[in-house]
């Protein structure tokens, strides 16, 4: 008899060398590990993003599918464009002229949520090695899909206005130096995702202004621009230029994740790839969940419903700033968001929010650290607080416990740095956006 163990019982992954190199690319985010711990019932999690549908009409959804179901199974059940439903595909248009777009349906695709989107956009135009400009940080996700498809992104600094136009032109001017190809700017404008600023008004005709001057396709991810706390949704960046940015956008927030979907407006020949490549992923976004996004829009009061789930957010919002204010150690910033899901709170000089994370799990709060939104590292100093999901009062307790930790973590270090020898302090870091945010 053999005894000699089989390749596949020495190692724990016997098709390690089998894989493709741009899995190499493809780790699970930091987000994803804490999810296991997070969702226990005695966390507070201030770290997961998800929308708090509490709120939906459950009636109205039901009574919207079952009609689905019995008037229009056959078709609502069976294969679909690539491109999308039609009639969604019109009433996106009218969600988009909210934020200032005029735009034909025909150059709409949707997509299985704009997670889906992006994916597809980098497909489409990203070689290995091909730069993507991404602010300082960024969303997760995106970088998780510019990473798989094996794109080096460059960062450019944010501050309280948003992405900072001479940071693009550095970033922009660096990287042409270094001899590499730009293929986008991705930015989300509004309540960024985790900054949770805004790119101001002000600035938006500047940022334009450059990546046409530059040559550079913008794509403009807007899955919070409706969540706004006060005043009117800000005029969107594909408004005022609809050849040079690719516009995303998303039911998940305003309406349910579930369903994914989302959509992409895009200039007319890169929504035809953008179609092929929709078709080679998917066949089709899933038929069923479009003809239920369309029937809940026809059926139901969908801008009312926003309206609610903003003052759902804002009143989350406004318990977490005055928590923090209440409880937090003097030394950490944080800003005031005016629409979205997140706070980025900067930690006091020398604390590490990864480092710190198990402990705080073990206080029973958890939180994404600041390095999960860098694809280069920085970040360790601070961290994103969501305060879409809990109540307000567990918003409160999972500050307190949070406050407990950094509290700790300070004393800790200043029983140690009471012993240690002076440091030496090196030239600043880029460490992203930090307190110029608050
Ligand atoms: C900035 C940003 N883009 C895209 C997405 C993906 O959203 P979905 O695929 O659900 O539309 C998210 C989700 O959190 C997000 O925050």
């Given at each position: 008899m053999d005894i000699t163990p089989s390749r596949s019982q020495h190692r724990l992954d016997p098709y390690v060398d089998r894989y493709a190199a741009r899995t190499a690319g493809m780790t699970a985010s930091e987000i994803r590990a804490l999810f296991a711990v997070a969702s226990r019932p005695e966390v507070v999690s201030l770290a997961g993003g998800m929308p708090n549908i509490s709120g939906l009409p459950l009636d109205v959804v039901g009574h919207a599918i079952s009609d689905l179901v019995a008037h229009h199974g056959p078709v609502a059940m069976q294969y679909g464009s690539g491109q999308g439903v039609p009639e969604l595909r019109e009433q996106i248009t009218e969600v988009m002229r909210l934020e200032g777009i005029e735009a034909h349906p025909d150059d709409v695709v949707v997509t299985v949520g704009s997670q889906q989107a992006v994916d597809l956009v980098t497909r489409v135009f990203c070689d290995p090695g091909d730069v993507v400009i991404c602010e300082a940080p960024s969303y997760v996700g995106a970088l998780g899909v510019f990473k798989a498809y094996q794109c080096d992104v460059v960062h450019a600094e944010m501050d309280a206005d948003g992405l900072v136009p001479e940071a693009l032109r550095q970033a922009i001017a660096a990287t042409r130096a270094a001899g590499k190809k730009i293929k986008f700017l991705y930015t989300i404008p509004n309540f960024h995702n985790p900054a949770g600023v805004t790119l101001s008004a002000a600035r938006r005709p500047e940022i334009l202004e450059i990546c046409r001057r530059e040559d550079i396709l913008i794509l403009e991810d807007n899955p919070y621009g409706l969540l706004g706390f006060d005043g009117e949704p800000l005029r969107a960046l594909r408004a005022d230029e609809a050849e040079g940015v690719i516009y995303l956008g998303s039911f998940s927030k305003t309406f349910a994740p579930g369903f994914r979907v989302g959509w992409a407006l895009a200039p007319h020949t890169v929504r035809e790839k953008l179609v092929l490549a929709q078709e080679s992923s998917t066949l089709c976004?899933?038929?069923?969940?479009?003809?239920?996004?369309?029937?809940?829009?026809?059926?139901?009061?969908?801008?009312?419903?926003?309206?609610?789930?903003?003052?759902?957010?804002?009143?989350?919002?406004?318990?977490?700033?005055?928590?923090?204010?209440?409880?937090?150690?003097?030394?950490?910033?944080?800003?005031?968001?005016?629409?979205?899901?997140?706070?980025?709170?900067?930690?006091?000089?020398?604390?590490?929010?990864?480092?710190?994370?198990?402990?705080?799990?073990?206080a029973r709060v958890a939180y994404v650290p600041g390095t999960a939104f860098f694809a280069d590292g920085f970040g360790s100093s601070a961290m994103r607080l969501s305060f879409c999901y809990p109540t307000p009062e567990r918003i409160r307790e999972g500050v307190r416990r949070l406050a407990g930790v950094i509290e700790a973590e300070l004393e800790l270090r200043a029983t140690f740095d009471s012993y240690a020898p002076a440091r030496e302090v090196g030239p600043r870091g880029y460490d992203g956006p930090s307190s110029d945010l608050s």
């Open positions: 976004p899933p038929q069923f969940s479009q003809m239920a996004v369309s029937a809940y829009l026809s059926a139901h009061d969908w801008q009312g419903q926003i309206k609610q789930f903003r003052e759902m957010y804002r009143e989350r919002r406004d318990a977490m700033v005055e928590a923090l204010h209440d409880l937090m150690p003097a030394a950490c910033r944080w800003n005031v968001p005016d629409g979205g899901f997140y706070v980025w709170l900067t930690l006091p000089p020398g604390v590490d929010a990864k480092a710190m994370l198990p402990r705080a799990v073990t």
